[in-house]
């Protein structure tokens, strides 16, 4: 019999299909690095290219004094060129040009043969249970032939996923819903009205029907869930997107605590446009809480005229800075002449102003105490990036989860402010974005950084979380206990006992033999529908997540 806190005696096997994007493939890591250093193998999938941006970080993983259990990258070559793709073409980052998404993700589905072949292949020890980012349906035909468990890794909030779930099934969303019209969430424990366009899933996207088919499909035949949340931040919307569902749900984060040394920080997600001991050493030099930090993650696109609002609203408050701009919105003439140059925004702001052309060490930063405040796109990585940070954030939101992530921190947690976006890129012409003035800009700042009743509440909420936060990973806490359900998992087929107050009791599997616990909220059999097949409902949902967020990256100018 296991018992809590320990891993079967012949150690499971997990092998992590992630979507090949930097925003999913660092949380890929990160379960590795939590699941190794519990005794379990892992083998992240992934291709050459994303495995040279990888290998730092899987190197460190293998020689941290937490790593027990073995680890690989397992390279499948890209097929980019068959799918008019360019050599090279495999992370989601390097598309050329918006129309060639569709192609991607196709592109991606033909790994499955190969995927096949590669576990058919690996036997000490054997593959016992898949986990496939949801964006990557294809696998469920894999984990199907090889007959192994397989578990959906979301990437978004809880409750983003639990909101156009129930929004879905109340029949709120879909073609022909007004997009700019207000209504109330159904089946969430908040209070949370929002616009159609807001809730990922309001609207059908013609060119990816085949893509939404095998979602569905994918979905419908999944074994359970795992989420990057923990109690504390979401635990209520956990226990209705459970019992929503009739399946396991795993919340084992957040993910980004999984690298709890700053040298492991460093490399996350990519090699640094700075070097990190120059903006550690700015930082230093700066006041306690007193530096507001700007990025807008690897994906969003910010027009020319955008990036330089921004700029001058954050000269305008006057707190010191950190600005994050992307290499393809430096490339952008407009911007290069307003940045450089005798008297341009460097010069003018060198005494209080870091601006990174590229990629950022955003954990370093946002975890120095210099730093008071964040400016973020609402990424779901991004926003636990600043969770356990302990810091107030400045919302606005580009498309997909990234709205409903705003809500959960605005309106739920209330440890940030709005700055005024009034709907998703998606439903408006690229060229006529939406414009944030600098006053705004500026607006939004101060009432973050200039202290106040509101902005200390703020703090303390945010504080509060972050501390929070780390007890859920450690030992005894809600995602810790997750994990151990996680790693209990692949040595059952069915889990139909009741999740009670986060631990589930032994179980007997099909065969009577001695199960494990695993974390079920909800009923696992709800409604008299075993988990292991799902709902189509269910799946409708989570499709429309994919949909929504690969269509407004179809919509995006090039050189996002």
């Known amino acids: 019999m296991v018992t ?31 699941l190794t250093a519990r005794g379990a193998a892992v083998t992240l999938i992934t291709t050459p290219v994303n495995a040279a941006r990888l290998r730092p970080l899987a190197d460190r993983l293998v020689a ?6 073995p680890f690989r990258l397992a390279e499948l070559p ?54 496939a980012d949801m964006f990557s349906p294809w696998a469920a035909d894999v984990a199907a032939d090889l007959g192994l468990p397989r578990l959906v890794f979301h990437g978004p909030s809880c409750l983003t996923v639990l909101s156009f779930l129930s929004a879905q099934r109340h029949g709120l969303i879909g073609p022909g819903a007004a997009a700019a019209e207000p209504f109330e969430i159904p089946g969430v424990p908040h209070r949370i009205t929002a616009t159609r366009a807001e809730v990922p899933g309001w609207f059908n996207v013609p060119a990816f029907e085949e893509l939404l088919r095998s979602i569905l499909e994918a979905e419908a035949a999944a074994d359970g869930v795992v989420l990057n949340t923990f109690e504390f931040l979401e635990g209520d919307s956990a226990a209705a997107y459970g019992a929503m569902l009739g399946k396991p749900v795993h919340c084992i984060g957040p993910l980004c605590l999984s690298t709890k040394d700053s040298v492991g920080n460093v490399g996350r997600g990519g090699d640094a446009a700075v070097d990190t001991g120059r903006c550690v050493e700015w930082l230093a030099a700066k006041n306690p809480r ?17 990036v330089i609002e921004i700029g001058e609203g954050l000269a305008a408050a ?59 796109h609402c ?17 606005w939101p580009h498309f997909a989860d990234q ?10 947690l209330r440890t940030g402010v709005d700055v005024g976006i009034k709907g998703p890129l998606s439903y408006v012409d690229p060229n006529s974005v939406q414009l944030v003035t600098r006053q705004e800009v500026e607006r939004a700042v101060r009432s973050v950084m200039d202290g106040g009743e509101e902005a200390e509440e703020r703090r303390q909420k945010a504080a509060k979380l972050a501390e ?35 631990a589930a009791p032994l179980l007997e599997d099909e065969g009577g033999a001695g199960g494990n616990g695993c974390t079920n909220r909800g009923l696992a059999k709800a409604g008299g529908v075993e988990h292991k097949h799902g709902s189509l409902g269910t799946a409708t949902a989570a499709a429309a997540l994919v949909l929504v967020s690969v269509s407004v990256l179809v919509s995006l100018p090039e050189a996002t």
């Open 4 to 34: 809590s806190g320990s891993v079967p005696s012949a150690p499971p096997h997990f092998v992590l299909v992630p979507l090949l994007a930097q925003g999913h493939l660092i949380p890929a890591m990160d379960i590795a690095a939590l």
């Open 64 to 69: 941290s004094s937490s790593h027990s259990g």
């Open 78 to 131: 890209f097929p980019a060129a068959p799918f008019g793709l360019p050599e090279g073409c495999e992370n989601l980052d390097l598309i050329p040009s918006p129309p060639l998404y569709l192609s991607f993700f196709r592109a991606a589905a033909a790994l499955r043969g190969p995927l096949t072949s590669l576990l058919r292949s690996l036997q000490a020890p054997p593959p016992s249970c898949l986990v």
């Open 290 to 306: 007193s530096v507001i930090y700007v990025s807008f993650g690897s994906l969003t696109y910010v027009p020319p005229k955008q």
């Open 318 to 376: 006057g707190a010191p800075f950190v600005f994050v701009i992307k290499k393809s919105e430096v490339a952008s003439p407009e911007v290069a002449q307003w940045l450089s140059g005798e008297g341009g925004f460097e010069d003018r702001n060198k005494e209080k102003g870091m601006v990174i052309r590229g990629w950022a060490p955003q954990a370093v930063i946002l975890s120095h105490p210099s730093v008071g405040g964040f400016v973020t």
């Open 379 to 395: 990424g779901w990585n991004s926003v636990l990036d600043g969770v356990t940070a302990g810091l107030p954030a400045i919302c």
């Open 403 to 412: 709205f409903m992530n705003k809500r959960l921190v605005v309106d739920v």
């Open 468 to 502: 929070e936060a780390r007890k859920a990973v450690e030992e005894g806490g809600s995602s810790y206990r997750d994990l151990d359900r996680l790693l209990q998992f692949p040595s059952q087929k069915y889990c139909n006992a009741a999740y009670c107050n986060g």
